[in-house]
């Protein structure tokens, strides 16, 4: 497994109390950072903290759609580590799985508040931070369905479009400086979002990736780990995929 030097980073990872959150929290505490775990499950929080070295855990119960609950957090952060070098932005929900004309809009609101507001969210308030070290890596989860489209997933899909989206115009308002911005567009990782899944959803999935397998989450870790290093310093606005062969372009 490749190493990273992350010793004295100082690193918040929304939605990181299981999943891909959690996984890429264990990776870059592995390398040396201390991580802030970002989520609304005080249960999750407080047993995810175990599995972390004393010190170098920050825990905070944050809705990310609240924009003073997100700004305190960073915030808090802040003082807690000295410094937010790395944001990653994990947190989200698939919403129901229906077509278009059957999704109510209150079930809309929400998946575009969580996957999408709440990331913007979190980068305006963690880029003054960076700003003032003149260094930061950011990497937004956004989705191969954002890419692509996945029928009956209309919010999801245009919440992670727009997380593409997002990504690209803030990379390029930073690009003159040592702050990049990224984002990973995974295919299905079997996590514990299946379960807001309908199972004739979940297979259709599976149908879409060439290699016939879910990603793995220490997959999407490794892919994140490389984009939140130093060694990730030419590549900024951009989308990579971990698609099992899915994606096309």
Known sequence: MVTYDFSG???IITGGVRGIGLAIARRLAGSGASV?????DADKLS???TQFPEGRVHTAMVDVTNAGAVDRAAAEVEREFGKIDVLVTSAGITGP???TWEYSPEDWRRVIDIDLTGVFLCCRAVVP?????NYGRIVNIASIAGKEGNANAPAYSAAKAGVIGLTKSLGKELADTPIT??????????????????QEHIDFMLSKIPMGRFGLVEEIA?????????DCSFSTGAVF???????TY
Do not use: H
């Open 9 to 11: 980073r100082g690193a």
């Open 36 to 40: 802030s775990l970002w989520d609304m």
């Open 47 to 49: 047993e995810s903290a």
């Open 97 to 99: 799985t229906v077509k």
């Open 129 to 133: 931070y960076m700003r003032t070290r």
């Open 181 to 198: 911005v990224n984002c990973v567009t995974p295919a299905a990782v079997k996590t514990d979002i299946f379960d807001q899944m309908s």
């Open 222 to 230: 490794a892919l994140v780990t490389w984009l939140a290093s130093e």
């Open 241 to 247: 995929d971990c698609s099992g062969g899915r994606a």
